[in-house]
């Protein structure tokens, strides 16, 4: 069984900054790919960031220049720096996470809300 905590989300004022955490625990061999989605009401769950196992990294181009992904191999995490945030960034923000154990399965945390205010 795999757990992921999420944390760090909040509200804050558009430009603020913002730093989200996912940690993930249980029966596993590793970790592969890492990533944040994020759900506004009314919308579809879309793909902010992913990192690989290696450190390779993608981002949504709505987040370029001001979100970044990273991990921590050592903690089993996976990170999300927010800078200068929107109102539009404004959404239910999830981690998801390949984990090998026989095979690869996606986990998903239980999402960390975000609200900037304008």
């Known amino acids: 069984q795999v757990q992921l905590v999420e944390s760090g989300g909040g509200l804050v004022q558009a430009g603020g900054s913002l730093r989200l955490s996912c940690a993930a625990s249980g029966s596993f061999f590793r970790l592969n790919s890492m990533g944040w989605y994020r759900q506004a009401p009314g919308k579809q769950r879309e793909l902010v960031a992913a990192?690989?196992?290696?450190?390779?990294?993608n981002s949504a181009d709505s987040v370029k220049g001001r979100f970044t992904i990273s991990r921590d191999n050592a903690k089993n995490a996976v990170y999300l720096t927010l800078n200068s945030l929107k109102p539009e960034d404004t959404a239910v923000y999830y981690c998801?996470?390949?984990?090998?154990?026989?095979?690869?399965?996606?986990?998903w945390g239980q999402g960390t809300q975000v609200t900037v205010s304008s």
């Open positions: 998801k996470v390949a984990v090998v154990y026989i095979r690869s399965t996606d986990y």
């Open positions: 990192i690989t196992s290696d450190g390779s990294t």
